[in-house]
Every structure is written in C-alpha cells, then in structure tokens.
C-alpha cells in the first residue's frame, strides 16, 4: 500500500537558516503530492503541492520538487523565521476513485526556529 | 470565520462510555472526510462521504465507531463503548475537489 517517510524532528534552527525535511513515498501508478503545515493550535493547512513529476510546488518561501526516479519530495526553504516554527506533514495521494483521493500522511516532522 | 468546525475540541470521558463528535463543514463543500491522529502519527483516514453517502471507510473504522451525515450538510462520529486505545485527535475535512480543509480537531482522551 502507499506510505510516506519523513524525517525524524525535531528540527531545530536558527532564524535565516537554510531548511530541508525530506520526505519519500512508495505509492502505485502516479500519486500527487503534498506538504501540510500544522501551527500550533490550529488544524492542518495546505502549504504547497506537485500533481506530476518534475513539477515545484512552492508557496511562501517554500518549494518543494517531485522527484518520481527518487521517489521524493524534499521541503525547502531558504530562510526560516520564528514564525515557521510549526509540524509539518508530508502527504501523497493515489489515483483517484470516482472523483475522489484520500491522503495518506508521515509522522510529521516538528520545527523549531529560534531568534 | 466560514473554515470548518469541530465540536467539541476535547472531550474527557470513562472507558466504556459512549461518545460523539461533530464536524460542520465548510458551506457547499460535498466532500466530507475523517481522520484520526494519535500522538507522534501522522493523520490516519477513517471514512468519507460525499453528500450523504458514506462511499468509503478504513480498517480502522471498528464496530464500534459509526459515522453519519443525514442531509449532506455536518456530520457526527460516533465511539460506542470507548476504549483508551481510542485517544486520539479526531480531524474532520471538507473539499469540494481536490484541497482538503481541515478543522482543528476533537482531542479524545479516554481514562
């Protein structure tokens, strides 16, 4: 069945510092792929996705690429500040169903960023 | 705010007690989904509807949880007979195609 690794936090950081979470999947036939961010206290939020290979998702200084000969999907971003100090989650979902997919997450990997 | 809305955020409750949570999702969202997170996981699907129709459910859903959404609007979920192997944050999402919309979550914790 389909599964998704990432890496283990907490992940902790420096403001401006470089980030990376990586994340690899094992799914059938050609899932689409996400990142969700959890900050806390709040519910889960989409931060960035790719539907095929080779596509970059990006979104608020993050990217991540699709990388269907590594099966991976690596979180990037450049510069942390305190206030991406949050769990972020690695998803994928399979080939949809009549017109619907579930998702199927990691364990998330926490961040933490200080000044 | 018009996100998606969970009640209660945490409910506290005796092994062997009946519970149930509700999900009131976005407004015209068709799609309804439920997941359950247990701490240090990631969220696990339990079922979906899409209108009113319950069109998939996971393992993980035992006899003894139940969930509904009677007019394709909110939805519950129901634990009967709860067990401390039920704690866990229960997450709703709603989407019309495509992105998920989660609400916060109902933290169960079972004694």
């Known amino acids: 069945g389909d599964s998704v690794t990432q890496m283990e936090g907490p992940v902790t950081l420096s403001e401006e510092a470089f980030l990376t979470i990586n994340c690899t999947y094992t799914?059938?036939?050609?899932?689409?792929l996400f990142w969700y961010v959890q900050y806390p206290g709040e519910g889960l939020q989409l931060l960035l996705k790719?539907?095929?290979?080779?596509d970059k998702g990006s979104n608020k200084g993050f990217e991540a690429t699709y990388r269907k000969e590594t099966t991976s999907f690596h979180l990037e971003k450049g510069s942390v500040q305190v206030s991406d100090s949050a769990v972020y989650f690695c998803?994928?979902?399979?080939?949809?169903?009549?017109?619907?997919?579930?998702?199927?997450f990691g364990k998330g990997t926490m961040l933490l960023v200080s000044p | 705010d018009t996100g998606v809305s969970q009640d209660p955020r945490h409910k506290i409750t005796k092994r062997g007690q009946n519970v149930t949570f509700r999900c009131d999702p976005i407004?015209?969202?068709?799609?309804l989904y439920w997941y359950r997170q247990t701490l240090g996981q990631g969220p696990e699907f339990l079922t979906y509807?899409?209108?009113?129709?319950?069109?998939?459910k996971s393992r993980l859903l035992s006899d003894r949880f139940s969930a509904e959404r009677p007019k394709g609007s909110f939805s519950t979920l129901e634990i009967q007979r709860t067990e401390q192997g039920d704690s866990a944050m229960y997450l709703c999402?709603?989407?019309?195609?495509?992105?998920?919309?989660f609400g916060e979550g109902s933290r169960l914790t079972v004694l």
């Open positions: 999402a709603s989407s019309v195609t495509g992105e998920l919309f």
């Open positions: 799914a059938t036939g050609y899932p689409s």
């Open positions: 790719a539907t095929k290979a080779d």
């Open positions: 998803a994928l979902t399979s080939a949809p169903r009549a017109g619907y997919s579930t998702l199927t």
């Open positions: 407004s015209e969202h068709n799609r």
């Open positions: 509807f899409q209108n009113e129709a319950q069109l998939e």
